[in-house]
C-alpha cells in the first residue's frame, strides 16, 4: 500500500479486502491448533473524524471492563 495525499476510502478497503483474502484469515482463525478461543476486544476503528481524548477514554473502559471479565472468569474455570 503505499501513503498518498488523497484518501480514498474505497480504494483502501479494496486493498485490505483482497490482502485478507490473500492469506485465508477465515482458515487461520477457524482452523488453528490453538486450544484457546480468540477474543476480538476491539473492532475496526470508526470514521467518523480525528481520534480525540473522547475516544480514547471510551476505547480504554471497553476494553478494561472486557479483559478484566475474561480474565476472573477464566480464574473462576480454573478453581473449579
Known amino acids: ?4 495525499s488523497k484518501f480514498d476510502a474505497k480504494a483502501i478497503e479494496s ?3 483482497k490482502y ?3 492469506i485465508d ?3 487461520l482463525i477457524f482452523e488453528s ?3 484457546e478461543k480468540i477474543m476480538f476486544i476491539e473492532g475496526p476503528p470508526t470514521m467518523n473524524g480525528v481520534p480525540h481524548a473522547g475516544h480514547l477514554r471510551s476505547h480504554l473502559m471497553e476494553d478494561g471492563i472486557r479483559r478484566d471479565f475474561q480474565w476472573n ?3 473462576k474455570k480454573s478453581l473449579e
Do not use: A
Not at 1 to 4: A, D, F, G, N
Open 1 to 4: 500500500m503505499e501513503l498518498s
Open 15 to 17: 486493498e485490505i479486502r
Open 73 to 75: 472468569y477464566k480464574q
Open 33 to 35: 491448533d490453538k486450544p
Open 20 to 22: 485478507i483474502e490473500s
Open 25 to 27: 484469515v477465515e482458515k
